[in-house]
């Protein structure tokens, strides 16, 4: 193929490259040969002949620079974006409004004459705008009918309220629980906000309509737990819940259970064993959770659940240990290949073979090395041994089970929710603020770990209770 017909510009641009460099080769020969011809007075014949083939490289080189230059794309440079761009807003109600000249601006300045519209012609662009909350007090009306025999009267049904005869919509009362349990708004700053719309209400209102509301939803909740407890592997971890009724008191913990679609929360009085058995019952699963030592103590119970130790706070301890000793990166790395080795893996059954064979291969060489090690119990490198060796046995679990997780950070994310939310409301008064708390967080988080909007699971499950229905965030999905 000729070099007009190559279409390749890098190609191209390596022949133009290799023929300048030819004919530099070439003059520098003839240079030379110029200043022997002249010392020897011979002949000019040769001298012609590299002229007239230097003419041709030259003339080809040309050539092929033309030809490049008229197939690379010509290419306007742009200029660099400020900002980060319009966001497609998919999710937005999209409404058209039409911009028209007011009347006495539909004069031409030039002759006076009338500005007449042009068809179909605009100047386009989006705007982002907001229509902000409202509130209104809406008279309700039920029809009463009767029959012309006198021995029937019948009223329509008005519209659900979130306590019966009350004066507060289902609607309103699950506001209250999305700006609480999702936004984080404590009740007296929710009363603050809709007093500047005009509402005036108080924040013991606001309690009523959550307590109502998870009275109605409790059967949803209880079968939350239901599923968890069916699951053969659930995630367990725990976090203090702030007593606001007794100052310095020991504080609740907010218990959380997990499974792969599920996130379900508790309030105890603490964190003893009694807490356990009373979450946990007679779980016989495994169980993903940290080395605390009442999860121990109710290990003992048997028959009961297997206790599978979670490796990111293996990791963590590691981590912290590398600063004062760079040598525990080894274990980090050895650590890393479990969740490479797990990553591979495209199915259950896959799983299940690689850690039989590559895990476990990995796990004998972590075990070594930590049995290797001299370094004093009592510096960080030392705990950090002593803690992974310590729960050996449990961080050894999922070799022989392909579905228990390498470590709980499902259940740590799914906790997540009310930390928040503790930042902001600090905890609660009563039990009764405890259990509502567990329920609301238990629907939220659950329906945002399926990918269902949690106004809408708590709307449509508020009205399937109301007809004595149970209805989960899982019946959602794609609907």
């Given at each position: 193929m000729s070099v007009r017909d190559e279409s390749d510009i890098e190609q191209l641009r390596r022949i133009a490259l290799t023929q300048q460099t030819q004919i530099r080769v070439l003059l520098d020969v003839l240079q030379r040969q110029s200043a022997e011809l002249d010392e020897a007075k011979g002949t000019s014949g040769d001298l012609q002949e590299k002229i007239a083939l230097l003419n041709e490289l030259t003339a080809k080189a040309v050539t092929s620079d033309e030809s490049t230059a008229e197939t690379k794309p010509k290419t306007k440079k742009r200029k660099k974006q400020k900002g980060h761009g319009p966001k497609p807003q998919l999710e937005l109600e999209r409404i058209?409004?039409?911009?028209?000249?007011?009347?006495?601006?539909?004069?031409?300045?030039?002759?006076?004459?009338?500005?007449?519209?042009?068809?179909?012609?605009?100047?386009?662009?989006?705007?982002?705008?907001?229509?902000?909350?409202?509130?209104?007090?809406?008279?309700?009306?039920?029809?009463?009918y009767a029959c012309k025999c006198g021995g029937c009267i019948e009223t329509a049904l008005g519209p659900d309220r979130a306590v019966d005869g009350g004066r507060y919509s289902v609607g309103f009362a699950i506001k209250v629980a999305i700006d609480k349990y999702v936004d984080h708004l404590?009740?007296?700053?929710?009363?603050?906000?809709?007093?500047?719309?005009?509402?005036?209400?108080?924040?013991?209102?606001?309690?009523?309509?959550?307590?109502?509301?998870?009275?109605?939803?409790?059967?949803?909740?209880?079968?939350?737990?239901?599923?968890?407890?069916?699951?053969?592997?659930?995630?367990?971890d725990q976090t203090g819940w702030k007593r606001l009724n007794a100052k310095g008191a020991t504080p609740w913990q907010m218990w959380c259970l997990t499974t792969e679609d599920v996130v379900y929360h508790r309030i105890r009085e603490d964190k003893s064993a009694a807490s356990w058995n009373a979450i946990v019952g007679d779980y016989q699963g495994v169980v993903v959770c940290d080395a605390m030592s009442t999860h121990g103590a109710a290990e003992c119970n048997k028959p009961g659940p297997t206790l599978a130790a979670c490796w990111a706070h293996v990791v963590r301890k590691f981590r912290d240990a590398e600063a004062d000793f760079p040598e525990a990166a080894v274990a980090r790395a050895l650590i890393k290949k479990l969740y490479e080795i797990d990553a591979k893996a495209e199915n259950r059954d896959e799983r299940a073979r690689l850690r039989r064979g590559e895990s476990s291969e990995v796990l004998e060489q972590l075990e070594q090395w930590l049995l290797a090690q001299t370094t004093l119990k009592t510096t960080s490198l030392g705990q950090a041994i002593r803690y992974t060796l310590g729960y050996w046995p449990r961080l050894k679990v999922f070799v022989d089970n392909p579905d228990v997780p390498l470590d709980n950070n499902r259940t740590e994310r799914g906790i997540r929710g009310p930390v928040v939310g503790r930042k902001n409301h600090y905890g609660s008064r009563s039990k009764r603020g405890t259990e509502v708390a567990a329920l609301f967080y238990s629907l939220i988080e659950t329906a945002k770990l399926v990918g269902v909007e949690p106004r809408r699971y708590l709307q449509e499950a508020a009205a399937a209770a109301k007809l004595g229905r149970v209805l989960l965030p899982h019946e959602l999905v794609d609907a």
């Open positions: 058209e409004e039409v911009y028209e000249i007011d009347e006495a601006d539909k004069v031409c300045p030039s002759c006076g004459g009338d500005l007449q519209p042009r068809d179909d012609q605009f100047e386009t662009s989006e705007m982002i705008d907001v229509v902000e909350v409202s509130y209104r007090l809406v008279d309700v009306k039920r029809q009463k404590p009740l007296t700053r929710q009363t603050r906000v809709m007093n500047r719309w005009g509402l005036d209400v108080s924040s013991q209102t606001l309690w009523d309509q959550l307590s109502a509301l998870h009275q109605r939803l409790r059967p949803c909740y209880d079968a939350l737990y239901e599923r968890v407890m069916a699951d053969d592997v659930i995630g367990l």
